[in-house]
């Protein structure tokens, strides 16, 4: 997330009550998460496991709860709980804003495109031309959807990312500040969920086409042409590269890549990043001929056994 304009590192400081480390007129541009990350922003980080790569992204300044040397070129903003205040600057700079009205006079829809009913559109949504919008499909602030379209009954575009710290008193939300992109000739089937990114946005690229009861969570970028069908589950920061298929009750683990056109066979698990180019099944899905080995493999345990106690 961009700030409206350039902020000061001091005030910046003073807006969450953190000590900082740098000119205090350095230049804050505004805030991401780590795979994000451009020089200007913040990145916050609260465990000693991720230290060095905070420090060391693209961020140039660094939200961190440890006095520690500041790299050559960035700013530090030392926190108690760089957590909460990387909310606090959520809060501040994209505050919730509350509608009052289905379509929001804000958002822009282009020509031929169809609003059916009970349809609704946030804050500055923009629907690009000769798309069609079905009864009952829920579009948050600040998405971005572009030509030829299609949205099926029942599908939410920009829900909250599912993120969340475990503290003593029980789950603290990290609040989402980004979007959904939807590219030109996208189709999206019946009761689909598609969360909006943290800082950033979940991009469905041109012309692929998503079947009916599909989730796909934060940051994550679904490649052109690819083909998902229903009740694929996709984790939060994964990579779909282009002309990718994901047959039924697909489960995805965050933060993986998929190759360009891979095939993930029905019911498979995806716990690692997959080569494109080749046919995978099974959990955890492996090329699909050894799967399928190895299942009639399995099948021959009882006869052996059978043979060793004779």
Not at 81 to 103: E, G, I, M
Not at 192 to 215: E, F, L, R
């Amino acid at each position: 997330m961009k700030f409206p304009k350039p902020q000061q590192l001091q005030d910046i400081a003073h807006l969450i009550g953190a000590r900082f480390v740098g000119p205090p007129d350095f230049e804050v541009l505004g805030m991401n998460e780590i795979h994000v990350v451009e020089p200007g922003d913040i990145v916050f980080v609260d465990h000693p496991k991720y230290y060095d790569k905070a420090l060391q992204s693209a961020a140039t300044i660094v939200l961190i709860n440890k006095d520690v040397a500041c790299p050559e070129g960035k700013a530090l903003l030392i926190s108690d709980d760089p957590f909460r205040d990387f909310n606090k600057l959520t809060t501040h700079f994209k505050p919730f804003q509350p509608a009052n009205q289905s379509v929001s006079p804000t958002a822009r829809i282009g020509k031929n495109t169809i609003i059916q009913p009970h349809v609704f559109i946030g804050n500055n949504v923009v629907i690009g031309s000769d798309c069609v919008i079905h009864p009952n499909v829920t579009i948050y602030d600040g998405c971005i959807i572009g030509n030829h379209v299609v949205i099926h009954a029942g599908t939410v575009l920009g829900a909250d990312a599912f993120y969340y710290k475990n503290r003593p008193e029980g789950f603290d939300q990290l609040k989402s500040c980004g979007n959904v992109v939807i590219e030109d000739h996208v189709h999206i089937g019946a009761a689909c969920t598609i969360d909006k990114g943290v800082t950033g946005s979940t991009t469905i690229k041109a012309g692929t086409k998503i079947d009916n009861q599909v989730q796909i969570a934060h940051d994550t970028v679904i490649g052109k042409k690819c083909l998902i069908a229903s009740q694929v589950g996709i984790a939060g920061c994964t990579i779909i590269e282009d002309e990718v298929t994901l047959w039924g009750q697909v489960g995805i683990i965050s933060g993986i890549t998929i190759g360009k056109k891979a095939v993930v066979l029905a019911q498979s698990g995806v716990s690692k990043s997959l080569v494109g180019g080749q046919v995978y099944f099974g959990y955890p899905a492996g090329e699909a001929r050894e799967k399928y080995k190895e299942l009639a493999s399995i099948r021959q345990i009882p006869n052996i056994i059978e043979k060793l106690k004779g």
